[in-house]
Every structure is written in C-alpha cells, then in structure tokens.
C-alpha cells in the first residue's frame, strides 16, 4: 500500500502576523494547513507573548530559512519600571521591586551604552542548550542556569514614547541573537532600577516587514477568495516568491544549458557569464542563478567555477 501523500507542493514564502498568545510552531503548523503545504520552516522564533512578523517558508522557500533567520531584525517593544521577573517578561513571576521610576533624560543618557557591539547574557528562560538541556527546561526543574555572555550587535537603539512614569516604548535594530528581554532587564539595571518587557512586537525580519505581514484570518480569507475564484486548490496571492528571501546576495542569469548542469549538482564555469553592473562574481561568498525567468540554485564561486550549494526544484 502506497503512503498517504501529506501536503502538497507549495513553494514560497509567508509573512504572518503571529498573534499574542501563539507560539512559533503552531503558528507555522496553522500556515500549512491554510495552504496544505506538505514542508515549511519559520525563520526565526517570536515568544508566545510576542506579535508581529514571522516569516513562514513553504517548500523550497526553507533552503532559503538560514539567510532569514541570519539577518537583522528589527522590534518595538514597551520596558515597564519597577518590577523584574525570572522571565523578564509578563510571562514570569516577580523576582524584585524598585521604586525608582528612570525620566526622559536619564533613558537617553544611556542608550549610547546599548548600541554597537555588546556582550549580552540570555535570559535563563531561553532555548540555548546547557549541556545538552535547554535553558528554560532546567529553570522550570528549579535547578540554577548560568549562562555566559554572547556577542550581539545592536545597530540602532531609540525612545519612541514614555506614556506613563511607569513605561517606556523603544524601536531596536539588532543582529542574529540578540534578545530584547535581556536588553530591557539590563536598561533597568543601567537606570538604578528594575523591569522586564511588557510588550514586544517584530517589526522586521531580513527582507520581510510588518508592511507585508497578514494575520491568520486575513490569510484565510484570501485563500477561499482566491480558491473561489479560480475553482481550484489556492496557490497562493499572499504567497512571496522563493527568492524573496535573497534579496541582499547578487544575482546572475546563465543559460538553459548551465541550468541544466547546476539542477543535476554539477558545477559550471564563469566564462562567459556577464555579472551585473558593480558586482563582482569572485568577491561574493553565495550568488543566486537565475534561468528561464525561475531560480536555479545558490552557488559558491570559487576559481572560475561556481559551485552548487543549493539547488531549487521551481
């Protein structure tokens, strides 16, 4: 007896708005079955209590994932004073209690502390591995989690409002890793005081911002119009192409006859192949191929040749 096929091909990439109180993989679980996509990955992880932009790869979409999950992102996130938890967010219990309520000139004297390249420490509730454990598992075993500084980045650090003495909203840049949680607990710090995050949206992640985002329902609707339309299975209007997600790494269009060669893993030279104005294929690490109006693979040049690193099935 033949397996039951689960899923259909579906290829490209989803912006969703995750709502408050959804996790990332059943919101990517909900994704695939609007589309009843047989694969798809998300690219990078937002917290239950967090919304905003999550980006959903469907099919092929997902050998894309890792230049998502890689790039910067960007979060408007609301720090309230007074009160630190062992989450450092609303999820948590109290840990400790201040008085202390920072002002408008004390925030913006130390921001500049908080931008560039920073040593931060995770939250102890947090999905990095501590001998083979995760962090948030053994914190709820009530065992003591230590974990070291990392290196992040954060390019850009703003105050967008103070709404009461006891709140303040700011807009981060950040790279890969960084969490807000431990940015806010630490500006607390920084202020002679205590917090945690009350509010936390994704504005960005790489190339996909809350522009592009729809909610679950607005996704459901769109497809049954879409499927009503067409009297067929949904393809997918709210469906981004592939190659969305490269949108930073140069791109070359080769013949039908390389195509071919790339799409069977094999490589192909660079003679003849005219890069695009200001690009230059030796000083690129990864360059998209295009042929035949589709995308063929992510290859690696190196020493006049331009290697397969993935190949696409589009």
């Known amino acids: 007896m033949s397996r039951k ?65 890689d790039s910067d992102k960007e979060y408007l996130f609301t720090v309230c004073w007074g009160m630190a938890t062992n989450t450092d967010d609303l999820e948590g219990v109290e840990a400790a209690r201040s008085d202390v309520r920072p002002d408008r000139a004390a925030i913006l004297g130390v921001l500049p502390r908080f931008t560039g390249n920073l040593l931060q420490v995770p939250p102890i509730y947090s999905a990095i591995r501590v001998a083979g454990e995760r962090a948030y598992d053994l914190a709820r075993a009530g065992e003591e989690v230590v974990l070291p500084p990392r290196p992040v980045v954060v390019h850009s650090l703003v105050l967008e409002d103070m709404p009461d003495a006891d709140h303040a909203v700011f807009r ?3 790279g890969k890793g960084t969490y807000v949680r431990s940015l806010a607990r630490d500006l607390a710090l920084a202020l002679g005081t205590v917090g945690h995050v009350a509010v936390l949206r994704r504005t960005r992640a790489g190339p996909f911002d809350e522009k592009m985002a729809q909610t679950l329902e607005e996704l459901a609707i769109s497809l049954a119009s879409e499927a009503a339309l067409l009297d067929s299975p949904p393809l997918g209007g709210s469906l981004l192409p ?25 490589q192909i030279r660079t003679t003849g192949i005219v890069p695009h104005p200001g690009y230059e294929t030796a000083n690129a690490p990864v360059v998209q191929i295009h042929g035949g109006g589709r995308l063929i693979a992510l290859v690696r040049p190196e020493a006049g040749w331009l290697w397969p690193v993935r190949v696409f099935n589009l």
Request: net charge positive.
């Open 242 to 266: 592939v190659e969305t997600a490269l949108a930073d790494i140069p791109a070359l269009a080769v013949t039908e006859e390389d195509a071919a060669l790339l799409k069977r893993g094999q």
């Open 5 to 69: 096929r689960k899923g259909a091909a579906v290829n490209g990439w989803v912006v969703l708005d995750k709502p408050f109180g959804l996790g990332s993989t059943p919101a990517l679980a909900r994704v695939r079955r609007l589309f009843d996509a047989a694969k798809g990955g998300h690219g990078g992880t937002l917290d239950p209590l967090a919304t905003g932009v999550l980006p959903i790869a469907l099919g092929e979409a997902t050998k894309t994932l890792p230049f998502v999950i």
């Open 172 to 174: 981060v840049a950040c």
